[in-house]
């Protein structure tokens, strides 16, 4: 079984919105941080989503803040990325990836234990990847 299959992507004009899908299997879901990634020709993967599975705490870069929106399905393994007011700088392959690259979240008023996946984490991080789906924002 596939650690991780994305489905969802296509083409749209800019202002438009897609949403993608990621099934990961039931090993790979037990890991506490699931994330999205971009890539385009010549450029590194970049992170721009994640979500700490066991709390649902999600992160985001700059880049996709007030557009995208990352969330999970614990009943079915999934998690979805929202993707709306698309630019055409948003076209990319989109991939999803899989580990255990959380940290705590620490700070006045911020209840113990409360742990996040940092969306800004490497590709390195992360072991286990989808094969991913294009994503086509056209102007």
């Known amino acids: 079984q596939m650690p991780l299959v994305e489905s969802g992507g296509g083409s749209v004009q800019a202002g438009g919105s897609l949403r993608l899908a990621c099934a990961a299997s039931?090993?790979?879901?037990?890991?506490?941080?699931l994330a999205w990634f971009r890539q385009t020709p010549g450029k590194e993967r970049e992170g721009i989503a994640a979500i700490y599975t066991n709390g649902g705490t999600t992160d985001y870069t700059d880049s996709v803040t007030g557009r995208f929106t990352i969330s999970q399905d614990k009943a079915t393994s999934t998690i979805y990325l929202e993707m709306n007011s698309l630019t055409p700088e948003d076209t990319a392959m989109y991939y999803c990836?899989?580990?255990?690259?959380?940290?705590?979240?620490?700070?006045?008023?911020?209840?113990?234990?409360?742990?996040?996946?940092?969306?800004?984490?490497?590709?390195?991080?992360?072991?286990?990847w989808g094969q991913g789906t294009q994503v086509t924002v056209s102007s």
């Open positions: 990836a899989a580990g255990n690259p959380f940290l705590p979240i620490v700070g006045p008023g911020v209840p113990r234990g409360r742990k996040h996946c940092p969306a800004d984490k490497l590709a390195s991080e992360y072991p286990y």
């Open positions: 039931p090993s790979t879901y037990s890991t506490r941080c």
